[in-house]
């Protein structure tokens, strides 16, 4: 017998080519694939709808955001119906590309300070957009 483009896999499995076992692991390899998928696909719409989002004239005068609401920060999850780790996917992908920016808001003094991300817990953790000045400069420099 040759095998063609019209062999079965249950031919295959009576040749001994491969075992049912074998046609198992494809299927879940396949299932997991189609699961990746899916969280890439999640993943970027909620990066669109984060960036639709800082961007709409209703939170024009927000400054700050928060996964979830905090103080002086909206969040976006008040907004954007998903899981917490999947925003979070898409604030770390944002903010690798420069359109946001991760700061810490903290009260020093009694004023309300940005500080680097570094200086702060998580919980004082906010995203602003990249000023645009900032992100043609980190262009540069990533080009340079």
């Given at each position: 017998?040759?095998?063609?483009?019209?062999?079965?896999?249950?031919?295959?499995?009576?040749?001994?080519?491969?075992?049912?076992?074998?046609?198992?692991?494809?299927?879940?390899?396949?299932?997991?694939?189609?699961?990746?998928?899916?969280?890439?696909?999640?993943?970027s719409g909620t990066m669109s709808a984060i960036k639709a989002?800082?961007?709409?004239?209703?939170?024009?005068?927000?400054?700050?955001?928060?996964?979830?609401?905090?103080?002086?920060?909206?969040?976006?999850?008040?907004?954007?119906?998903?899981?917490?780790?999947?925003?979070?996917?898409?604030?770390?992908?944002?903010?690798?590309?420069?359109?946001?920016?991760?700061?810490?808001?903290?009260?020093?003094?009694?004023?309300?300070?940005?500080?680097?991300?570094?200086?702060v817990n998580a919980f004082q953790l906010r995203y602003i957009?990249?000023?645009?000045?900032?992100?043609?400069?980190?262009?540069?420099?990533?080009?340079?």
């Amino acid at each position: 017998m040759t095998i063609s483009n019209q062999t079965t896999f249950q031919e295959l499995i009576k040749l001994g080519i491969f075992s049912e076992a074998d046609i198992e692991k494809f299927n879940k390899k396949l299932a997991r694939e189609a699961d990746r998928a899916a969280k890439k696909a999640l993943v970027s719409g909620t990066m669109s709808a984060i960036k639709a989002l800082v961007a709409s004239e209703a939170h024009e005068g927000n400054r700050y955001w928060s996964v979830k609401p905090a103080a002086h920060s909206l969040g976006f999850m008040s907004y954007i119906e998903t899981d917490r780790g999947t925003i979070l996917k898409a604030l770390t992908k944002l903010t690798e590309e420069g359109y946001l920016t991760k700061v810490g808001l903290k009260k020093v003094d009694g004023k309300l300070t940005e500080l680097d991300k570094t200086q702060v817990n998580a919980f004082q953790l906010r995203y602003i957009v990249t000023p645009v000045e900032e992100a043609d400069a980190a262009v540069d420099e990533e080009g340079s």
